[in-house]
């Protein structure tokens, strides 16, 4: 097959994108090209033809030029499957339908955006419940003509199922040997870590409080913070003498950090888009075979207990974020239970082979 996946917000190296769907095709004798706007140029990596459509200056200015460039170099292609990762390229849909002869067009849902535009703090808080609406509405009105909708958690999956006559559930689950470290989790030092994009909404001024309840732990921290004023506002905090702030780092870093901790957090707040989300994050810590101290809602109670992997917390408390990582502080032999315990659960279940196979079925059963 000739396969185009197309984002105009996502990296090139984006870890659902790239480094599972995109490599994972490519490795199968697909031809696959995907298309980006980054302004790095292009190349070919893994397999995979990376096509560079140019970056822009603004959001306005992605929306308006970079999404009609990924438009016009989609349909220079000619490919079999076009594979659409952003809302905003909802509108060129109809577009490639029209110009390539018998193209199939999928959307990859990696977020309920509807309830993520809820939580949206570059929209004025008056206007995010009608916006809402209206993305949902024009979601669903496009997915109507779509060939097909591939959903990264089962709540989202639902939510198309309604409108949309094919709908996959492709988990961004992890790849099984990618971040799994030869350090015995029973010789590390007492750190933790969270991994990921470091906003308000994900939980990290919680946590930074939590901290000095505990002073024997340190955190290492790593992403990028977003949000105005949140990064000056967490460096003030008592609890930043115990963070090791590192920043964006590779997935080789990724790898790295998880080796030196001895459990891994992901404390968002209770958002719309969170509860019945499914954080990668989750299930990259058990891979690495890191017991995971996890938000108390309901979806991810069951994830965590069933595997018997972690312990789950109200994410908005210091003290009960502080009590779980003093828990597992004061009893190691539960850190490698439940570590072991995460793990065999990424092997039996939550890994990506498993959610590859299921979406290279749903690409033979279009064509």
């Not at 909404?201 to 024997?216: E, F, Q, S, T």
């Not at 030196?260 to 954080?279: K, R, S, W, Y």
């Not at 092997?347 to 590859?356: G, I, K, S, T």
Request: hydrophobic share 45%.
């Amino acid at each position: 097959m000739k396969v185009v996946h197309v984002s105009s917000v996502h990296g090139r190296y984006d870890t659902r994108i790239f480094l599972k769907e995109c490599r994972w095709l490519a490795a199968g004798g697909h031809e696959v090209t995907f298309i980006v706007a980054d302004g790095n140029g292009d190349e070919v990596r893994d397999g995979v033809r990376i096509l560079d459509v140019g970056q822009s200056r603004n959001r306005g200015e992605r929306f308006l030029g970079a999404v009609n460039r990924a438009a016009n170099a989609g349909i220079r292609l000619r490919a079999d499957i076009y594979h659409l990762h952003d809302p905003e390229l909802l509108r060129i849909a109809s577009k490639l339908r029209r110009l390539v002869d018998n193209a199939r067009i999928i959307f990859d849902a990696h977020e309920d955006f509807p309830r993520q535009v809820l939580s949206k703090d570059w929209i004025p808080s008056m206007l995010r419940r009608p916006v809402a609406a209206v993305a949902e509405l024009i979601e669903n009105r496009v997915a109507r003509k779509l060939t097909g909708v591939v959903a990264a958690t089962p709540h989202i999956a639902s939510r198309f199922g309604s409108v949309c006559s094919r709908v996959v559930n492709v988990n961004n689950f992890p790849m099984l040997e990618e971040l799994v470290s030869v350090e015995p989790i029973r010789t590390r030092r007492s750190y933790i870590c969270y991994v990921g994009g470091i906003t308000r909404i994900r939980g990290i001024v919680p946590l930074i409080d939590a901290l000095p309840l505990v002073p024997n732990v340190r955190l290492v921290l790593c992403g990028e913070f977003s949000g105005d004023g949140l990064e000056d506002e967490v460096r003030a905090a008592p609890g930043w003498s115990q963070v090791d702030y590192r920043g964006h780092v590779s997935r080789a870093g990724v790898r790295q950090v998880l080796g030196e901790c001895m459990a891994g957090i992901v404390t968002f707040l209770p958002e719309p888009n969170h509860i019945d989300a499914q954080p990668n994050k989750m299930f990259e810590y058990m891979s690495a075979e890191l017991p995971v101290i996890a938000s108390d809602f309901s979806l991810w109670r069951r994830l965590v207990d069933e595997a018997g992997a972690g312990i789950c917390v109200n994410p908005q408390s210091p003290a009960a974020i502080a009590g779980a990582i003093q828990m597992l502080l004061d009893d190691p032999a539960e850190i490698e239970r439940m570590g072991k315990a995460g793990r065999r659960a990424v092997l039996e279940h939550y890994n990506w082979p498993n959610e590859a196979a299921k979406l290279l079925r749903f690409y033979e059963d279009m064509m």
